[in-house]
């Protein structure tokens, strides 16, 4: 396969992030504080969420982030959904869209149309443990290491090329409460850090494999 | 399932641990090694290989440790090798018998006989990668976390439950060679620790599950 940037934008200020959410969004948090902090070396453009009770719309307000809903009970269809959640994007200038925690599966077209530039977090070390419940999944085949997956976002469920992972050892007598509170400490540390990697244009995808380029 | 005690050895001295390998016996050097130093908790009785060349020999001689060399070509059939192989180590009084790089596949009579006392390790973080390559296999999907997994033997490939884990970062621009020899380095820390613990009687195979048990 070819090699080919996953930040095809160019002298036109700093990247612009949407992240997607349909929870508490403590990623979303993650980014925004990492925003802040001077951290990100990107701009935190939106939020869209799928619920109009999410959470993360708080996080949103606190910071003056925009917060959109787009709910599915609007759109007649799936594709009508992503046809519109594109559109949305498209009209914010999102040159990254990042799935935190967003519980509805886009489909081909969203892929497609983001293609190198929508990123997943997912709460194991994939390939292990793909799909929902991933930390329940990893307690009870017993594994003694699970962790976080940042991931380019392909067709598959959590399949897509890895940007960074993080491992997290099991404890003795973990609850799935436990292991993913644990867990999500590391996505809070890797998913700003990939999300910054893509904005200093670091990030080269080579077939299944994401290189990480050198620092300027 | 229920829970089974790994270890039914009773007050008959040290608990008399067997290796079967196939190639330089890198793992079965560090077992050597953890034994000599007091760290292993069990004695070393016997190294088994399946090819006169096995450099693991010359450890074993180097140590004082007993070598057979059981060679497939003496045995009509597998389940033959495998028989004759349960009797060798029958008479030897082997409580563990732990499978370091030991090229054969045993059959299910041999797994069912020494099951919960038959270790094997494998260097990646099950259940990612298992089989042949699994360093290659690791690297061609782009993970950046890899590892090595102690497991009990079961009826699969590198599928038993688990003992004991380590992560292993995966370094830009990683050959499978430099990935190899860190991940190595990481399996002959966590085999002997994992020979300890079972010496020690402090896992406990329950399901999927491996419990380790708190030092008495």
């Not at 997912?122 to 329940?136: D, E, T, V």
């Not at 050892?169 to 409460?177: G, H, L, N, R, Y």
């Not at 436990?178 to 809070?188: N, P, S, T, V």
């Amino acid at each position: 396969m070819s090699e080919r940037a996953t930040s095809e934008q160019a002298g036109r200020g700093p990247v612009r992030v949407a992240v997607l959410a349909s929870g508490r969004g403590t990623n979303f948090g993650a980014i925004v504080a990492a925003a802040e902090a001077g951290r990100l070396g990107a701009e935190v453009a939106v939020l869209v969420v799928d619920r109009p009770a999410a959470g993360a719309i708080d996080i949103a307000r606190a910071h003056g982030i925009v917060a959109v809903v787009v709910e599915a009970r609007e759109h007649p269809t799936r594709e009508a959904y992503d046809k519109a959640l594109i559109a949305l994007l498209v009209e914010r200038g999102a040159d990254l869209v990042c799935l935190a925690g967003f519980m509805r599966v886009l489909g081909p077209a969203f892929v497609e149309h983001f293609r190198g530039r929508l990123l997943n977090i997912h709460p194991a070390l994939s390939p292990a443990f793909p799909g929902l419940h991933a930390q329940r999944q990893a307690l009870a085949h017993g594994v003694k290491v699970a962790g976080a997956t940042v991931h380019f976002v392909d067709e598959g469920v959590d399949t897509g090329p890895i940007v960074l992972q993080a491992a997290v050892p099991v404890a003795e007598d973990d609850t799935e409460d436990a292991l993913a509170a644990r867990i999500l400490r590391e996505e809070h540390r890797i998913y700003p850090e990939a999300i910054a990697l893509f904005a200093a244009r670091r990030l080269r995808i080579d077939g299944r494999r994401v290189r990480i380029l050198p620092a300027p």
